[in-house]
């Protein structure tokens, strides 16, 4: 299995569970081997670009960790784009944004599960 330019070991894939896919817990599981893919937890975008250490700590990674996702969660574009590039930059394979959670410190910023409920709100270089 390839996802863009990454060629997968396998096609097991560990799910983002916030609270529980840190990199221990990540770096536990490849040694058992057979995990194809792995998901950070959730990371505000804000956050990220703040350089908030809660969120470094979420995203904190190394070179056995990979390939690997961020995922992140946020509801403006510009914070989503600079949050990926830092993602980028941290060596993260890839980006992936949550658009299902419905916990209220990420609905109230109009992220996750929010999202969904927001399908027509334009792209900022569409808005009025
Ligand atoms: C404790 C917990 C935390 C989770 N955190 C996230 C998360 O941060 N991001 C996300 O996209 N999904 C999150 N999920 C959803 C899981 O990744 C997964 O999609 C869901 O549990 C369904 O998987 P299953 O069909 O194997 O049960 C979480 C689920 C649980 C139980």
């Known amino acids: 299995m390839r996802i863009g330019p990454t060629q997968l070991s396998s096609n097991l894939f560990l799910s983002p569970l916030a ?8 770096l536990t599981l490849r040694e058992l081997g057979g995990l194809g893919w792995v998901t950070t937890d959730l990371v505000n ?18 070179a ?3 390939p690997m996702a961020i995922q992140l969660f946020g509801s403006v ?3 989503m784009r600079d949050a990926a590039r830092i993602c980028e930059d941290l060596g993260a394979q890839s980006v992936d944004i949550n658009m299902g ?9 109009g992220g996750g599960s929010a999202m969904m ?8 270089s569409c808005a009025a």
Request: glycine share 2%; with cysteine; net charge positive.
């Open 117 to 124: 409920t927001e399908l027509e709100k334009p792209p900022p």
């Open 101 to 109: 959670c419905p916990v209220k410190k990420v609905v109230k910023i």
């Open 45 to 62: 975008a804000r956050s990220l670009i703040e350089r908030n250490p809660t969120a470094l700590k979420l995203v904190a990674s190394c």
């Open 19 to 26: 609270g529980y896919t840190n990199l221990p817990f990540r």
């Open 64 to 66: 056995e960790d990979r």
């Open 77 to 79: 574009p510009e914070e």
